[in-house]
């Protein structure tokens, strides 16, 4: 089991000042493809704006990749790279019927303890109610902030014809569910992005959509609304990232892996592009 000591999870946290440092995602080597099938070649990035690098995928670490696609559901953890000298980590894997694909990407627990100025600064910056009230009713605020997070990721693949519904949900714990086929949107169409947490929208999240071609510049933040919900507009062109943050107390000991986590933290993306 990885686990991220305070002094690095500090100096992570600092490189830009904001919870963009905290940015995981699924980059493809390409998003769209012709005929009925494509090999997909997928890396898995952490970083921020004008600071990102490949992600290290460790043998230690449990993980998932899943793909869905016309033809259902199939898993592709055998399909993972994992890093040498000669390669990055990523994922290599083939897709098979036209339509909309997604592949989704998750991990275990890791572990961060940072001082409680930034811990604070950090949950303000990403809208996380569940902990700014906890701390705050447990006069915690001096207090660091012991967290056990994990990440989510999803990129949708269109191959061939991409017509019909949007995508449908992985069943991720905190997960990017996209209501409208992104590529069937017409030019200044919404897309809209429903957030789901452990199985039920979620409202009053803060969601982030970047562009990805102009390096992560942050493009729009919104709040979803009661039915957990967020719409943004978005040119049809370039690839594009939407990330959102969550988190939930837990009594000590709950995760097993790190009895003092005092926080249960998901980050979630989803990725896309033309």
């Known amino acids: 089991m990885l686990r991220v000591t305070a002094a690095a999870f500090s100096v992570w946290s600092t490189l830009a000042g904001s919870a963009l440092a905290h940015d995981f995602w699924l980059s493809l080597d390409r998003w769209t493809y012709d005929g009925e099938s494509a090999a997909v070649e997928a890396e898995f990035l952490v970083g921020h704006a004008g600071d990102q690098t490949n992600w290290t995928l460790r043998p230690e670490r449990e993980v998932a990749l899943v793909a869905i696609g016309p033809s259902g559901r199939t898993e592709h953890t055998e399909s993972l790279i994992y890093p040498t000298a000669a390669a990055k980590a990523g994922a290599a894997l083939t897709l098979q019927g036209e339509g909309l694909h997604i592949i989704a990407f998750e991990t275990d627990h890791a572990f961060s303890d940072l001082p409680a100025e930034k811990f ?16 705050r009713t447990k006069n915690g605020n001096g207090l660091p902030g012991r967290e056990a997070y994990s990440r ?21 714990t905190l997960e990017i569910v996209a209501l409208d086929n992104p590529y069937m949107l017409g030019v200044g169409a919404p897309l809209r992005l429903r957030i789901d947490y452990q199985g039920a929208p979620l409202a009053g999240a803060s969601v982030t959509l970047q562009s990805l071609t102009a390096g992560l510049v942050p493009e729009r933040r919104l709040t ?11 040119p049809r062109s370039g690839a594009w990232m939407a990330n959102v943050v969550w988190t939930r107390p837990v ?17 979630s993306s989803l990725t896309f592009g033309y």
Request: no cysteine.
């Open 120 to 135: 604070s600064a950090y949950l303000v910056e990403e809208g996380l109610t569940p902990a700014i009230d906890h701390r």
């Open 152 to 172: 989510r990721a999803k990129a949708l693949v269109r191959i061939g014809n991409a017509e019909g519904a949007a995508p449908e949900a992985t069943g991720q």
């Open 224 to 234: 979803t609304d009661s039915n957990g919900v967020a719409a943004f507009s978005l």
């Open 251 to 267: 009594a000590r000991g709950e995760i097993a892996a790190f009895p003092e986590a005092e926080f249960e933290t998901i980050f």
